[in-house]
């Protein structure tokens, strides 16, 4: 673990060339996310949901409501990418979503049924995908190109970076 409250896990830095063996575990890491936060968050009252990761960071709450949020655009983007001639996508404004009230009001488990079948979705779509399609991307204004091997690292990353937030502050906290 790192101790920057930021990144807990480090900043991802894929590979790069990465391999079959890669993928699967990135896979098995998406299908296990889910699960992960429901367990972490078990139990937490309304105030620990309330709770900043890092100060200026956002809310227990906000980090499981932001994951559904962002998967939901990854298994988008990825949907894109395997129909479309590298699309270029519509990022959005994370922080201002995170204002919403979706995002500061509702249980957690709103946003974990979500996770449930996006993940589920987006490791079926992985999981049969051939080898050309990992190579196969979409356009980030901002970002740039992203091939669908990247943006599978990516995501597993993305999921055990905002775990990892949340069970830090647990840690931190006792609870």
Same mark, same amino acid.
């Given at each position: /673990? &790192?101790?920057?409250? #930021? =990144?807990?896990?480090g900043? @991802? ?9 890669? %993928?699967?575990?990135?896979?098995d890491?998406? %299908?296990?996310?889910?699960?992960? !936060?429901?367990?972490?968050? *078990? ?7 309330d $709770?900043? =990761? ?10 499981? +409501?932001?994951?559904?949020?962002? +998967?939901? &655009?990854?298994?988008?983007r990825?949907?894109? *990418?395997? $129909?479309?001639?590298?699309? $270029?996508?519509?990022? =959005? ?7 919403? !009230?979706?995002?500061? *009001?509702p ?15 987006m *490791?079926l779509?992985?999981?049969? /995908? ?7 991307? @979409? ?10 091997? %990247? +943006?599978?690292?990516? =995501?597993?990353? +993305?999921? %055990? ?10 840690? #931190? /906290?006792?609870?």
């Amino acid at each position: /673990m &790192n101790s920057d409250l #930021r =990144y807990p896990i480090g900043e @991802f830095a894929p590979s790069d060339v990465i391999s079959p063996a890669e %993928r699967s575990y990135w896979i098995d890491q998406l %299908r296990a996310l889910p699960s992960q !936060v429901r367990d972490a968050v *078990a139990g937490l009252t309304d105030e620990q949901l309330d $709770t900043p =990761y890092r100060p200026g960071g956002w809310s227990v709450r906000q980090v499981v +409501h932001h994951l559904a949020d962002s +998967h939901m &655009n990854a298994l988008l983007r990825i949907k894109l *990418a395997l $129909t479309e001639e590298e699309p $270029t996508i519509k990022p =959005y404004e994370e922080n201002l979503w995170a204002e919403l !009230v979706d995002s500061t *009001a509702p249980a957690p488990e709103h946003s974990l049924k979500i996770l449930d079948g996006v993940h589920a979705r987006m *490791a079926l779509i992985f999981k049969h /995908m051939k080898e050309d399609d990992w190579h196969r991307s @979409f356009v980030h204004p901002v970002n740039g190109k992203t091939t669908l091997d %990247r +943006h599978l690292g990516l =995501y597993a990353w +993305h999921g %055990r970076h905002h775990l990892a937030h949340i069970t830090s502050l647990i840690r #931190r /906290m006792d609870w």
